[in-house]
Nanobody, 127 residues
Framework: QVQLVESGGGLVQPGGSLRLSCVASGFSMDYYTIGWFRQAPGKEREFVATISWSGRTTYYEDSVKGRFTISRDHAKNTVYLAMNALKHEDTAVYSC????????????????????WGQGTQVTVSS
């Protein structure tokens, strides 16, 4: 069974940091483009960041550039989202998604491009 499981969310003060993890089970993420998306209450789900199968290409939504870093560990079948300098407006449920995309450095910021989704992890930024 193909499954993505996110973890690492929680409550953090403004300016704080969190690292989210997205672990795959039932398949190898090696040849997949992985994206992180978020959905705040009452808002549409929006793109956050994506990483190519090789890890060489990354792409970020403008509001998180310089604060968030996406990375992957093939040996652990895991993709990470390191979030620094968190702001109130980063509060949302964060979900990872996977798109089979071997040997391509293309990036995808539309959720329609992704085939598999996790359930999400809550990130709350509040003092």
């Amino acid at each position: 069974q193909v499954q993505l499981v996110e973890s690492g969310g929680g409550l953090v003060q403004p300016g704080g940091s969190l690292r989210l993890s997205c672990v795959a089970s039932g398949f190898s993420m090696d040849y997949y483009t992985i994206g992180w998306f978020r959905q705040a209450p009452g808002k549409e789900r929006e793109f956050v960041a994506t990483i190519s199968w090789s890890g060489r290409t990354t792409y970020y939504e403008d509001s998180v550039k310089g604060r968030f870093t996406i990375s992957r560990d093939h040996a652990k079948n895991t993709v990470y989202l390191a979030m620094n300098a968190l702001k109130h407006e980063d509060t949302a449920v964060y979900s990872c998604a996977a798109k089979p995309n071997p040997y391509s450095e293309g990036y995808y910021y539309s959720e329609r491009n992704y085939d598999y989704w996790g359930q999400g992890t809550q990130v709350t930024v509040s003092s």
